[in-house]
Structures are given as C-alpha cells and as structure tokens.
C-alpha cells in the first residue's frame, strides 16, 4: 500500500475505513451477550426477544402495549464505556427500531416515546453521539448477518437482523444498501491514494486511483439496479416505507434533556457516509441551498468517525493537481460522469419507487428528494474540470 510522503501534510484520522468501508468493523454482533455486565442476562433476553417478535407484534396492533413492558434501564457514559463498541451499536439499532415500530405503527403515529423506550434511547444516543433515532446507520451498516460466511457481501448472502415486517422486499430493500456500502470499501481506499498521489504530484499513481475510482461507481451502479428484483414498489411504498420516516413533535418520557417535543429525520441515504466522502476526496462543492442545508443536517446521524474521515479527505489536492495535467483532468471528469450515473440511479428508483406512487416528494429524511436530487446531479457536472 502506498503510504503519504514524510512531507505529506494531512494528518490522519484516528480511524480508517477497511475493505468494506462504512460497514461495522469486524461484523455487527448478532446477540447482546457482550453487553454483559451492563444489562443482566434477563433483561438482555427479553429486549432480544422483542426484536425477534417486532413484525408479528406490529400486525397484531399490539407492538405498544410489549415494548411497554420491556425493563426499565439507564446506563450511564462511564458503564457504557467498558463495553464492546459493537454490542452498544446493538443496543442502539435495537432501540431504534423499537422507537420508530412505537412511534410509526398504524393505525396513528403516537406522540411520545414511554421511558422503557425514552429513556435507554436517549443515553445511547448521547454515548454515541447521535440523535435518538432510528437512522441509516442502524439500518445499514450495523443491521446485517452473512447468510453463508464464506459467500462475500453480496444482496443474495446478505440477512437483515432486525425488521419491520417479514417481507422479502424489506430484507432485499436493505440488502442492496448494505452491499453498496461494502463495495464502497475499494472506493475510499482510491480516494486515500489519490489524495497521497496529489501531494506526491505523482500523475502515474494518481490516474490509477481515478481509474479506480470510476470501475468501483459503475460495481456500485450495478448493485443499485439490482433493487427491483426482490423489492416492489408498491410493496416497499406502502408496506416498508411508512416506519422509516422521521418524528414530529414527539416527546421523550422521563429525559430531562429532551423535555421539549423532539423534530428527528428519519432513515434515508442521504445519511450515509459514501458519497460525501467521494465528494470529499474529489473537491466537489455544491453552493449552499436550503437543500444542501437539508444535506448538511443529516451529517449528526452519521458516526463520529466517519465524519472525522469525511473532514480528512477534504484536504485533498486531486481536483487542483487534475486540472493542472490533461489525462488526470480527462479521468476526473470521467470520475464525476460515472458519479453522476449513480446519482441518477438513484433518481429512478426514487421515482419509480415513491413519485410514481404519490403525489408527494418528500423522502424519509424530510427532503424535497426529486428536487434535491436533479440539482445534486446539475452541479455534478458543473463541477467538471
């Protein structure tokens, strides 16, 4: 692997990206054992067990009235620091998912959160250092199981650990994510070397991460044409869909600190970490909108340490050195064009998936998505060299 040179002056994050990029580094726990001592087996087993029975309890009509009945527990920051990171990303996807299956279950959306809900939410959100919601992260990057360990990060090998129904369309739905995300694992990893190859002015090792760079969006643009398989539109529309929205004046029983009636975005891509650490490590500036505001509140629901390796690639010089070398300039722009192919994938299964659907445009994080997502794929190509 190439390394920065001694007068390299980026400094680097304290974490890094591995060959699946964002995706939980080794792999999301699949149970709570490792949250032992911090929760007594018994308290561990009936959370679990909540998680196993959420899509048959949100079709009986009786989802509120269970997680009503699960313990009551507040760990503090100091317990929860002795503890397996992953197990307290367990924790916090399983609350999450409680939260929006209390919040967002028909026949009405409820206007409070019980403290068995209310209350370990908000300390993990705090430990964590995300909003005490069901985000892109819990559903994405630490919501998986391998169905075959030895078959790689595909959507067919890929099982969701925690759902709102028993649909094939939702697994698939967030199978597809998931492989995205992984695939995306080569991308940052051309993204770092670029970023060295500009501060080297090394043109040779700097066609060959924008060469990478270009083959990994067309592997990420094949995955998300992968989505109508198993997934149907009306299906996903008005069956999935309709638990991933965000929370509008919900108060949190028991928090202090969230004494107010609580606005949170719900789930949605434009909460993962992928492309604006592309747009990152490429130079690629959008102007600032009420739409890029939109963009830019979704960034607290991204971990801390993928926002710190977003803020690293920022550094980058490629855009600069490409425009000062003609064949780097032609495979940046060839880079932004397959990057715009993505974003207009993107697009179509938006529209097909919920425009086509509705006479509504706003996505699950609260965005004018159809609006939002042209002008991201204008200024795309506004920004070519």
């Given at each position: ?40 087996p ?81 300390a ?80 040779a ?10 083959r ?124 715009m192919?993505?974003?207009?994938a993107?697009?179509h ?37």
């Amino acid at each position: 692997m190439q390394t920065p040179s001694s007068s390299e002056p980026h400094i680097e994050p304290h974490w890094q990206p591995g060959e699946t990029g964002f995706l939980i580094q080794p792999g999301p726990l699949c149970d709570l054992s490792a949250a032992a001592p911090l929760l007594p087996p018994e308290s561990a087993a009936h959370i679990e067990d909540a998680a196993a029975h959420l899509p048959q309890w949100i079709t009986a009509g009786t989802v509120r009235a269970e997680l009503e009945r699960l313990p009551l527990w507040q760990p503090d920051g100091a317990a929860l620091a002795t503890i397996d990171g992953r197990a307290i990303e367990r924790l916090f996807m399983l609350y999450g998912y409680f939260a929006s299956a209390y919040i967002l279950s028909p026949p009405h959306q409820h206007d409070h959160l019980p403290p068995t809900l209310a209350v370990p939410l908000a300390a993990l959100a705090q430990h964590v250092g995300r909003p005490p919601m069901l985000s892109y992260t819990a559903q994405v990057l630490t919501n998986w199981r391998l169905r075959d360990p030895a078959q790689g990060l595909t959507p067919d090998n890929i099982d969701v650990q925690v759902r709102f129904t028993t649909l094939e369309d939702e697994r698939w739905f967030f199978a597809v994510h998931t492989s995205i995300e992984a695939r995306g694992g080569a991308l940052l990893q051309a993204l770092r070397q670029g970023m060295w190859a500009a501060a080297d002015q090394d043109e040779a090792a700097a066609l060959k991460s924008l060469r990478q760079l270009q083959r990994g969006l067309i592997d990420i643009t094949r995955l998300f044409h992968r989505m109508p398989e198993h997934c149907e539109p009306r299906t996903y529309y008005l069956q999935v869909r309709p638990f991933l929205f965000g929370f509008d004046g919900v108060r949190f029983d028991d928090v202090p600190a969230l004494a107010e009636p609580q606005t949170l975005r719900g789930g949605s891509g434009a909460q993962s970490s992928l492309v604006p650490a592309l747009l990152a490590g490429l130079g690629v500036d959008h102007a600032q909108t009420a739409l890029t505001h939109h963009l830019n509140a979704m960034h607290p629901y991204m971990p801390r340490a993928h926002r710190e390796f977003i803020r690293y690639l920022r550094q980058s010089t490629l855009r600069e050195y490409a425009r000062q070398r003609l064949a780097l300039r032609h495979e940046y722009n060839n880079a932004l064009q397959r990057l715009m192919t993505f974003r207009r994938a993107h697009l179509h299964y938006a529209r097909t998936y919920i425009f086509a659907l509705s006479s509504e445009s706003r996505g699950t994080g609260g965005t004018d998505f159809m609006r939002f997502l042209s002008q991201l794929i204008e200024e795309t190509d506004h920004n070519k060299l």
